[in-house]
T-cell receptor, first 113, second 113 residues
Framework: EAQVTQNPRYLITVTGKKLTVTCSQN?????MSWYRQDPGLGLRQIYY???????DKGDVPEGYKVSRKEKRNFPLILESPSPNQTSLYFC????????????FGPGTRLLVL | EDQVTQSPEALRLQEGESSSLNCSYT??????LFWYRQDPGKGPEFLFT???AGEEKEKERLKATLTKKESFLHITAPKPEDSATYLC??????????????FGQGTILTVHP
């Protein structure tokens, strides 16, 4: 089954404790992206990648890191999480190199205490 | 800066009562406009891509249209299962943000039986 998977789905952590949210797609898509969704602010792009070893900032990259060492994986790293990073996070992938018709994962709900 | 504005924020319809959702945008150059549907607690689901003014796409009870400044999502004879949040998004034309996707805040559609 073609899908985008994220792990974990739910995470509670404390301020400053480094964490990684994994994202994997099995569709051989070139483009992958991370978003956060907050009430009243909508869906905002954090980082995106148009191919292996190619990443670029979205609208809200501060406090996040990403890497794209393999085509199928695009992990999101929070080096020192803070409470304002409490949010619902989505990973997405798209067949073309520039995004657009994206397939989204099920989401990761993160609470930073 | 690219801007996407969706209206109304929320729309309540009776089953069978047709209506339209609006997505207006300002962008230096449009490479694509996309419509997504999002159910509560789930990732957005891709619906349509529109590339140029005058283009139209249809799927079941939904029809998306595009002009130079806005897009409409027409819903004909909606059913309760059409209840969801509908999101539109723009793909940036180029420069240093070639793959950046900007989402609107969404319209929450509720269809009553």
């Amino acid at each position: 089954e073609a899908q985008v998977t994220q792990n974990p789905r739910y995470l509670i952590t404390v301020t400053g404790k480094k964490l990684t949210v994994t994202c994997s797609q099995n569709m051989n898509h070139e483009y992958m992206s991370w978003y956060r969704q907050d009430p009243g602010l909508g869906l905002r792009q954090i980082y995106y990648s148009m191919n292996v070893e190619v990443t670029d900032k979205g609208d809200v990259p501060e406090g996040y890191k990403v890497s794209r060492k393999e085509k199928r994986n695009f992990p999101l790293i929070l080096e020192s999480p803070s409470p304002n990073q409490t949010s619902l996070y989505f990973c997405a992938s798209s067949p073309g190199p520039s995004g657009g018709s994206q397939y989204f994962g099920p989401g990761t709900r993160l609470l930073v205490l | 800066e690219d801007q996407v504005t969706q209206s109304p924020e929320a729309l309540r319809l009776q089953e069978g009562e047709s209506s339209s959702l609006n997505c207006s945008y300002t962008v230096s150059g449009l490479r694509g406009l996309f419509w997504y549907r999002q159910d509560p607690g789930k990732g957005p689901e891709f619906l349509f891509t529109l590339y140029s003014a005058g283009e139209e796409k249809e799927k079941e009870r939904l029809k998306a249209t595009l002009t130079k400044k806005e897009s409409f999502l027409h819903i004909t004879a909606p059913k309760p299962e059409d209840s969801a949040t509908y999101l539109c998004a723009l793909l940036n034309a180029g420069g240093t943000s070639y793959g950046k996707l900007t989402f609107g805040q969404g319209t929450i559609l509720t269809v009553h039986p």
